[in-house]
């Protein structure tokens, strides 16, 4: 049986999603080399982090993190664009799950349900899922946290954000979201999950939705922060 998983390790050899190389492991997407290029923001612990410091004053938020910087063209950016554009589905499930394991013995464990952004039917179908609730799957299933993408939807096809301004963007995301199971979420600890955050807009306009009702408490995770104007 040995023999016969060695002969299939050259194959058919796991490599790295990013450089090619051979990895060491197959449950892993990355070699040594690459993992080491992802820069973390360890948000996770430091309660007052710049993630939460974007909602301030404005939603209530207990707390709120992201894993990853986000720049232009760094590691983290080329990962997010190959899940979010050529429908990586097990990248993004992946990303989710390690982030997981970072955020096991957090404030983030206190939760009852992980509610992903939701896509417009319209840009699910063109882009095959919804990144964002394979990143909460990821997360979930290290925290043993059921990740539901059907209590809040969005309503409105709306553009791309991301060469818009802040304003723009809040005004591009206006009224695009209604919650349809408000039973689900009543007097229950929520955590909205996204891919990144860069002024919030999306991720405030959701969490007034679901504001509207006497939910318990409202987290806030996402995969990559980036900075905005």
């Not at 664009?81 to 990586?88: A, Q």
């Amino acid at each position: 049986m040995k023999l016969f998983s060695n002969i299939l390790d050259v194959l058919y050899p796991n490599i790295c999603n990013h450089c090619n190389k051979r990895v060491p492991k197959k449950t892993d997407f990355f070699c040594i080399q690459c993992f080491g290029r992802f820069e973390k923001t360890n948000f996770h612990k430091i309660e007052d982090n710049l993630v939460l410091k974007r909602f301030e004053g404005i939603i209530p938020i207990k707390a709120a993190t992201s894993f990853l910087y986000i720049n232009e063209g760094n590691m983290a950016s080329q990962i997010m664009h190959e899940f979010k554009y050529h429908k990586n589905i097990e990248l993004a499930e992946y990303m989710g799950k390690w982030y997981g394991q970072e955020l096991k013995n957090s404030v983030f464990e206190e939760t009852d349900i992980l509610i992903p952004i939701p896509l417009h039917k319209d840009k699910k179908a063109i882009r095959g899922y919804n990144q964002s609730m394979a990143i909460a799957n990821g997360i979930g299933s290290i925290l043993n946290k059921e990740a539901n993408d059907d209590i809040i939807i969005r309503n409105k096809f709306t553009m791309s954000q991301t060469k818009l301004s802040k304003s723009e963007r809040q005004k591009n995301v206006e009224n695009v979201f209604e919650v349809v199971k408000k039973e689900a979420i009543i007097n229950k600890r929520i955590t909205l999950i996204d891919d990144v955050v860069t002024t919030g807009a999306t991720i405030e306009m959701c969490a007034k939705e679901l504001l509207k009702f006497p939910i318990k408490s409202l987290n806030v995770i996402t995969l990559g922060f980036a900075y905005s104007d």
